[in-house]
């Protein structure tokens, strides 16, 4: 019914650079927030950063200054500009979208599959 693709993860050194994509796909009528949450190895997954609109983002106190979340409503897109990687941004990145389907009458939370993301010191 819906789907969220992610591309983009991969290995870099720290101090670089890396950016991901989120595509939503399917029967969607409307997309509420979209954001990015991370995974790290024996740890809970936390909130990266998630975008409503342009002028309503939040981003966790660890990725400040660094990441930078945009989305393209016109292709159902969000993406995650991630400078300055640290070692400890190392985990899956896991792409949420709030969406309502054009079959439902409620929206609900949609999870892509994770792209994994490692940092090398």
């Known amino acids: 019914q819906v789907q969220l693709v992610e591309s983009g993860g991969g290995l870099v050194q720290a101090g670089g650079s890396l950016r991901l994509s989120c595509a939503a796909s399917?029967?969607?009528?409307?997309?509420?927030?979209m954001g990015w949450y991370r995974q790290a190895p024996g740890k809970q997954r936390e909130l990266v950063a998630v975008i409503l609109s342009p002028g309503t983002i939040t981003y966790a106190d660890s990725v400040k200054g660094r990441f930078t979340i945009s989305r393209d409503n016109a292709k159902n897109t969000v993406y995650l500009q991630m400078d300055s990687l640290k070692p400890e941004d190392t985990a899956v990145y896991y792409c949420n979208a709030v969406i309502r389907p054009w079959a439902a009458s409620s929206f609900r939370s949609w999870w892509g599959q994770g792209t994994q993301v490692t940092v090398s010191s």
């Open positions: 399917g029967s969607i009528f409307r997309i509420n927030t």
